[in-house]
């Protein structure tokens, strides 16, 4: 996140987001202005980390079921995007 320079009110799209960490964390970074698209492969996984982020209190944060072959981030969505 710090190679990424990431300030307040930025947006930023995380692929595999497994448990969540990094996704909190740049949820802090960009503050409630911002935003923080983040995605997972497998209902189960994705259900985990939507139980994740919803505790997290961010509500800056939505979460998708990602895809093999699309990252299924709204068009022109990401200031950045890291794995």
């Given amino acids: 996140l710090e190679a990424l320079a990431v300030r307040?009110?930025?947006a930023l799209c995380e692929i595999g987001a497994g448990d969540g960490e990094l996704t909190i964390a740049a949820a802090r970074l960009v503050g409630p202005n911002g935003r923080v698209h983040t995605?997972?492969?497998?209902?189960?996984?994705?259900?985990?980390?939507?139980?994740?982020?919803?505790?997290?209190?961010?509500?800056?944060?939505?979460?998708?079921?990602?895809?093999?072959?699309?990252?299924?981030?709204?068009?022109?969505?990401?200031?950045?995007v890291f794995l």
Avoid: W, Y
């Fill in 8 to 10: 307040d009110g930025a």
């Fill in 39 to 80: 995605s997972e492969l497998g209902d189960s996984r994705v259900q985990r980390l939507r139980e994740r982020v919803g505790a997290s209190g961010h509500a800056h944060i939505s979460v998708v079921a990602g895809d093999p072959a699309k990252t299924n981030f709204p068009d022109a969505a990401c200031d950045a």
